[in-house]
């Protein structure tokens, strides 16, 4: 049967993924609540079309951080892609590469900074970190992610600790029998590396916003917070300077009970009022998923769990059809809304239902 929709790619991953694999993908915090609302925010928004525009010609193209993309979607950072397929994270930076649009490499990619250069020279690339209690870890990683040429630092905040994944912690966290995560090769000789492949409590919880400091001395690069989901904290990011905004909760693998990203996106929108970039992570599916969150005012959204499911296909071919498919989508929902560009996408082609 031909994959047509993100949906089949899914079906796909969760019949040929070994079970502790695919546990870990597709696992949310506690009761998955926030999990199952990142999906059902987006089907209470509904369209408003125009019609008799003239979609004759049609322009999927923006810029990020002053890099043109072929269309706004980008990759998610997430960990361990060699579960999914052998190659694993140079397969997915090949697949952005491929599709001219922006990759987000894990801190905890199951292939280092350097590989992932050397597999796609030419492909935009963030790289997402996590702070941990011993700074010249993250530190080091930061150097050698700037020197790799990655063009922009991503920096998750909503981990203070790691939410309680319930499968995971039922499968003793047996996939990391088949994967570690590469970029903290040798940092944490002689401890007990079993929470996603470091120590428990390697992840400093006394980070406060202060630290952005810190990490302004440590690089040039253009620095993007990742977790945003309130105004009050969109603030204190735009009054530390930074160049953007991810509106995520994790994928719902953190704080169950937290807002829909799409729903937190327009209160974020409403206050940096356009003086630095918004993206969104968190239920795209769909072409139309990612109209409706541009329409909401974000600049781009980036998958997660879309391009494991890729990956489990055929690695970088199967990323690259997850990503034509929501191209092509996402070109159709446009014309169908009466947008001939990006530039023209906005609040009012959207509303929310009333069921």
């Given amino acids: 049967m031909a994959l047509v929709c993100l949906s089949d790619f899914e079906a796909y991953a969760k019949q040929h993924l070994p079970k502790d694999a695919w546990d870990f993908v597709a696992a949310g915090a506690d009761e998955c609540s926030t999990l199952e609302e990142n999906l059902k925010a987006f089907k209470r928004i509904r369209f408003r079309p125009r019609v008799l525009r003239d979609m ?15 269309f706004p979607v980008g990759i ?17 930076a090949r697949a952005a590469e491929a599709m001219k649009t922006c990759y987000i490499a894990s801190s905890y990619a199951s292939c280092s900074v350097d590989e992932i250069a050397a597999a796609a020279p030419a492909a935009l690339r963030w790289f997402q970190l996590y702070i941990h209690r011993d700074r ?18 991503v920096l998750t905040a909503d981990v203070p600790y790691t939410g309680k994944r319930r499968d995971d912690i039922r499968n003793n966290f047996r996939f990391l029998s088949a994967v570690k995560p590469k970029n903290f090769e040798g940092a944490f000789e002689g401890k007990d590396c079993s929470e996603y492949g470091v120590p428990a409590g390697s992840i400093d919880p006394s980070v406060t916003w202060n630290d952005i400091s810190w990490l302004r001395r440590v690089t040039r690069l253009p620095l993007i ?24 909760n994790h994928g719902g693998r953190q704080l169950d009970g937290a807002p829909a990203s799409i729903d ?10 356009n003086k630095i970039d918004v ?16 329409a909401l005012g974000a600049k781009c959204v980036f998958i ?16 690259r059809k997850v990503l034509e498919i929501l191209k092509e989508e996402f070109r159709l929902s446009m014309a169908l809304a009466g947008c001939r560009n990006v530039s023209e996408i906005g609040r009012h082609i959207v509303q929310y239902s009333k069921l």
Avoid at 77 to 91: C, I, K, N, V
Avoid at 264 to 273: D, G
Avoid at 279 to 293: F, M, P, Q
């Fill in 136 to 153: 010249t870890v993250s530190e080091q990683l930061v150097r050698r992610a700037e020197a790799a040429g990655f063009r922009a630092l």
């Fill in 304 to 319: 997660g769990r879309p391009a494991i499911w890729g990956l489990a296909y055929k690695g970088e071919e199967g990323l």
């Fill in 225 to 248: 917070i990742k977790g945003i989901l309130t105004k009050e904290d969109a603030e204190l990011a735009m009054s530390r300077g930074v160049q953007g905004i991810i509106v995520s």
């Fill in 264 to 273: 937190a996106l327009v209160e974020i929108v409403a206050t940096v009022e």
């Fill in 279 to 294: 993206y969104l992570d968190g239920g795209i599916r769909t072409g139309s998923d990612v109209l409706k969150a541009l």
């Fill in 76 to 92: 998610a950072p997430t960990g361990f892609h060699r579960l999914a397929w052998p190659d694993g994270e140079l397969s997915t």
């Fill in 56 to 70: 004759s010609a049609m322009d999927t193209r923006t810029t990020i951080l002053g890099t043109e993309i072929s």
